[in-house]
T-cell receptor, first 114, second 113 residues
Framework: QKEVEQDPGPLSVPEGAIVSLNCTYSNSAFQYFMWYRQYSRKGPELLMYTYSSGNKEDGRFTAQVDKSSKYISLFIRDSQPSDSATYLCAMSGGGGGSNYKLTFGKGTLLTVNP | DGGITQSPKYLFRKEGQNVTLSCEQNLNHDAMYWYRQDPGQGLRLIYYSQIVNDFQKGDIAEGYSVSREKKESFPLTVTSAQKNPTAFYLC????????????FGSGTRLTVV
C-alpha cells in the first residue's frame, strides 16, 4: 500500500461546479497536510495547509482533514476555468529527524470548462 | 523578492553527454530537493540536502549527481548513465521544520535529442 493515494483523474467539470479532490494516507504520524496547485509546465505552488484534523477555508477553497479516517479533501466552490490545473496533496510528520520531508500524492488533473 | 530560481527553462542534451541544471534560492532555507516529474508518475525524489556539503539519495538517484557547496545553491547533474533523462525537473527548498511547506522553482524541461 502506498503511503499516499490520490485519484489521478482526469476530472472535468463545468464552470461554477463544486469540486472535491481527495487523498488517503496510511502513516498515522502525518500531522501537516497541504495542497499544491500546479499549472502546466510550471512548478507547484502551495495553496492550502492545515495542521492536524479540522477544516480551513480560504476564499473559494476549503481544506478538510479527518485523521481518524486518514482522509483529506480539498473543495473548490464556484469553480473557474483558471482553476484548471493539477492538484497535489502532500503531508508530513513535521518536527525533527527526517520528518520534515513531504510525501506527495501523484496529483489530480482538473479541467473546468467554460 | 525571495524565491527559488531554476535555469535553464528548456535544455536539450545529446545522448552520452552530461548536463547540469541550476537551482538557486534566496529564502535562507536549509533544505533543498530535486524531483523528477513524468506524466502519470507524480513527483519522484532524486536527491535532497539538509546542510552544506551533505546530501542524501532519494528514490531514483541512479544516473544523477548533486553538490551543495553553498547554502543557496544545489545543482543537479544528469549523467550519461541516466537511461531515460527526458523529463521535467523541479527543485524545491524548505526550512527544516515544514510548517510552511516547500517552495518550488519553475522547473527545467530536459529533452534528449
Amino acid at each position: 500500500q502506498k503511503e499516499v493515494e490520490q485519484d489521478p483523474g482526469p476530472l472535468s467539470v463545468p464552470e461554477g461546479a463544486i469540486v472535491s479532490l481527495n487523498c488517503t494516507y496510511s502513516n498515522s504520524a502525518f500531522q501537516y497536510f497541504m495542497w499544491y496547485r500546479q499549472y502546466s509546465r510550471k512548478g507547484p505552488e502551495l495553496l492550502m495547509y492545515t495542521y492536524s484534523s479540522g477544516n480551513k477555508e480560504d476564499g473559494r477553497f476549503t481544506a478538510q482533514v479527518d485523521k481518524s479516517s486518514k482522509y483529506i479533501s480539498l473543495f473548490i466552490r464556484d469553480s473557474q476555468p483558471s482553476d484548471s490545473a493539477t492538484y497535489l496533496c502532500a503531508m508530513s510528520g513535521g518536527g525533527g529527524g527526517s520528518n520534515y520531508k513531504l510525501t506527495f500524492g501523484k496529483g489530480t488533473l482538473l479541467t473546468v470548462n467554460p | 523578492d525571495g524565491g527559488i530560481t531554476q535555469s535553464p527553462k528548456y535544455l536539450f542534451r545529446k545522448e552520452g553527454q552530461n548536463v547540469t541544471l541550476s537551482c538557486e534560492q534566496n529564502l535562507n532555507h536549509d533544505a533543498m530537493y530535486w524531483y523528477r516529474q513524468d506524466p502519470g508518475q507524480g513527483l519522484r525524489l532524486i536527491y535532497y540536502s539538509q546542510i552544506v556539503n551533505d546530501f542524501q539519495k532519494g528514490d531514483i538517484a541512479e544516473g544523477y549527481s548533486v553538490s551543495r557547496e553553498k547554502k543557496e545553491s544545489f545543482p543537479l547533474t544528469v549523467t550519461s548513465a541516466q537511461k531515460n533523462p527526458t523529463a521535467f525537473y523541479l527543485c524545491a527548498s524548505s526550512p527544516l521544520t515544514v510548517v510552511s511547506g516547500y517552495t518550488f522553482g519553475s522547473g527545467t524541461r530536459l529533452t534528449v535529442v
